[in-house]
T-cell receptor, first 111, second 114 residues
């Protein structure tokens, strides 16, 4: 089945650094979503994007919906220890309620 | 609101045993989903239900059955468990129709099949 190409697979950064991750697809998406999963928990929605070119922020998080509708990125500024977790992108194709998920970016933040 | 709840949280089965994973949501959402999560594979859709009384196969439906009991509840059944079904299972729900299609997830069921 189709999965999104999400990169990088993992990141090890120091507290205070900025982080950037992205997702690309061969398909055009109607919606892009970014989720965070803490260890032992279910994914939690961070940001939802609905229009090509849209740039949306949620605190220290900023995400953009690519102009081509085939990509999205997530930036985290001034990382803190509680940013640790796995970040997933997800895309929704036109005409369906189903989401396709990326394989995740595992983030580790060191003090 | 509890959001999406799942039971049990952990389960160990022997090969060939059966079990049902339960999911309920209190957000009045129309759509519900079952995913499995395996290391390095992200989330893969097993089954989904766009509304009460309807279910459809996702990417990896083999070995599973589902029941949309009512608007709130969506269960996943393993009739004869296999070691390949060792995974973390997540239930999710969302509104149906035009945007947004944001899915809200439960805490997961960690299943081990020996």
């Amino acid at each position: 089945g189709q999965q999104l190409n999400q990169s990088p697979q993992s990141m090890f950064i120091q507290e205070g650094e900025d982080v950037s991750m992205n997702c690309t697809s061969s398909s055009i998406f109607n919606t892009w979503l970014w989720y965070k999963q803490d260890p032992g928990e279910g994914p939690v929605l961070l940001i939802a994007l609905y229009k090509a070119g849209e740039l949306t922020s949620n605190g220290r998080l900023t995400a953009q919906f690519g102009i081509t509708r085939k990509d999205s990125f997530l930036n985290i500024s001034a990382s803190i220890p509680s940013d640790v977790g796995i970040y997933f992108c997800a895309g929704q194709e036109f005409g369906t309620d189903k989401l396709i998920f990326g394989t995740g970016t595992r983030l580790q933040v060191f003090p | 609101n509890a959001g999406v709840t799942q039971t049990p949280k952990f389960q160990v089965l022997k090969t060939g045993q059966s079990m049902t994973l339960q999911c309920a949501q209190d957000m009045n959402h129309n759509s519900m989903y079952w995913y499995r999560q395996d290391p390095g594979m992200g989330l893969r859709l097993i089954y989904y239900s766009a509304s009460e009384g309807t279910t459809d196969k996702g990417e990896v439906p083999n070995g599973y059955n589902v029941s949309r009991l009512n608007k709130r509840e969506f269960s996943l059944r393993l009739e004869s468990a296999a070691p390949s079904q060792t995974s973390v299972y997540f239930c999710a729900s969302s509104r149906t129709g035009t945007n947004p299609h944001e899915q809200f997830f439960g805490p997961g069921t960690r299943l081990t099949v020996l």
